[in-house]
């Protein structure tokens, strides 16, 4: 037997969909932290990169800041 499908009713409808938009905003939220943390992440990275550079050239940080003005 098939099954009789319930008419859902607007007010129905609109609770789902404001349960949806809620859902998204959590998931929209999280992405934007991990995207904040991983940002953070690259530029420790991007940092500790620059600082072996400047300690293998011999150079003092003050040196290299001067260089790069």
Avoid: C
């Amino acid at each position: 037997m098939a099954r009789i499908k319930k008419v859902k009713t607007t007010a129905e409808k609109i609770q789902e969909v404001e349960a949806l938009i809620a859902s998204k905003k959590a998931e929209l939220a999280d992405l934007e932290n991990t995207l904040a943390a991983l940002k953070e992440e690259k530029k420790q990275e991007d940092l500790l990169v620059l600082y072996n550079q400047i300690q293998e050239s011999g150079l003092t940080i003050d040196q290299a800041l001067e260089l790069l003005k």
